[in-house]
């Protein structure tokens, strides 16, 4: 395959468990489909695998304007790739609507890891309880795996009662003494 940005041959290389195809002169790398999602649920110990955006069915949605389009080619099938905004993030990536791949330039994963720990540093209690019902709701509409939708909704009521307790220290204090049930 070949770099989209500067059209040198790309490298396989191992991102932690995924192998992935980075290019030897601009460190860009091209990520097939899944294997960012893959990446993205190892990071942190999955804290951000809850975190969802459906690039390519939300396309028109995460679209950047015209003039800021990169009109790079895909390295995997040639076709045209989109440049889209990585959810409500600033960060442009550019993706492949036929095989849903992403080319991430150089410095691009690392603005990504970045935005997600800001996303899971900022969220409310009510941010938590809102994506909860999301999550349930895809469990019921069968959108994704009920495992995979269970592990989601694991994650964040985790995420949930670590904001409790930094949001109400003093009932945070009395729980351990509550009886479990």
Known sequence: ?????????????AVGHVRVERCPRCAGTWYDKNELRVL?????????SWIHFDLWKDIDWFRVPMREQKRY??????????????GESPIAVDICPACEGMWLDKEEYGEIVR????VVDSSSTEDYLKDIREELADLLRAREGPLTAMK?????????????????????????GLPRF
């Open 1 to 13: 395959m070949e770099c989209p940005k500067c059209h040198e041959s790309l490298e396989t290389v």
């Open 40 to 48: 993205k649920e190892k990071e942190s110990k999955g804290d951000y």
């Open 73 to 86: 080619s895909c390295p995997r099938d040639g076709g045209p790739m989109t440049t889209v905004h990585y």
């Open 115 to 118: 935005y997600l720990e800001s």
């Open 152 to 176: 989601d909704v694991g994650k964040i009521l985790y995420l949930l009662e670590l904001r409790f307790v930094v949001e109400h220290p003093g009932l945070a204090s009395i729980l351990p």
